[in-house]
């Protein structure tokens, strides 16, 4: 019992000292907000919105969210069977390697994959939604691959009593049971390409997020709530959708 609060008392001590040094390297200081004035100021210039840009952000909006839908999605395929042999319950010998390739695959940020593919597909939309795919698809298999290894075993002993092979078996008595959070996954994956793809329109990925990138290196800040704006309606719309298809689901 001594032990058990020593324990405590050093992890307390270590994340302490890890806040203290991370406040140093960050230069985090609460004082700066004095300036908070310069916000103000700036956030100022947003006003009045120029809404003659509207129909133009909208054009491009339907590119972003594109972009954003099709490198989810695909990315959920290409992660459904890629899950199964990254899951110890389901993959056998291969599950060392695919877990080390999806480790080195996530740890290369999707704006480097954009620039990658931007070399060989051209400046784009395009490079953009592969960089997506490529990045969704290694983060949805690994979690996926984490609700597999969770899901009960009861179904999956009863697939096998019954004599069914292991890819079968794992479809009827694995899927159905992790489904809606798999869908879970997906929806926030939906989200989280919403604001890679901007991010990749500052390398030429297209869309919104060019435009906000080009309005906001040009001062158009009048421009830039516009887009804001935007941006913020469809990662709400989103939202709202992916709870709806779970009630639905569920």
Known sequence: MAWFKWKHLIIFIVVIGFMIWSARVTEFDIRKFSQFNNMVDFLSNWFPLNTSIIPKMLEASLVTLGMAFLGSFVGLLVALPISLLAAKNTA????????????????????????????????????????????????????????????????????????????????????????????????????????????????????????????FKTFQYSTVAVDVIIIMMIVIAVDFLGSRVRQYVM
């Open 92 to 215: 056998g010998r291969f599950y060392g390697i695919i877990r080390i390739m999806l480790s080195f695959i996530r740890s290369i940020p999707e704006i480097v994959l954009g620039l990658m593919f931007l070399t060989v597909v051209g400046p784009g939309p395009f490079a953009a939604t592969i960089a997506i795919i490529v990045h969704n698809g290694s983060v949805l298999s690994k979690l996926i691959a984490e609700l597999i290894e969770a899901a009960d075993k009861g179904p999956q002993e009863a697939m096998k009593a019954v004599g069914a092979r292991s890819l079968p078996g794992a479809l009827f008595s694995i899927f159905p049971q992790i489904w809606p959070n798999v869908l879970s996954h997906y929806f926030y994956r939906f989200e989280v390409a919403i604001r890679t793809s901007l991010i990749l329109g500052l390398v030429g990925g297209g869309g919104i997020g060019q435009q906000l990138f080009v309005h």
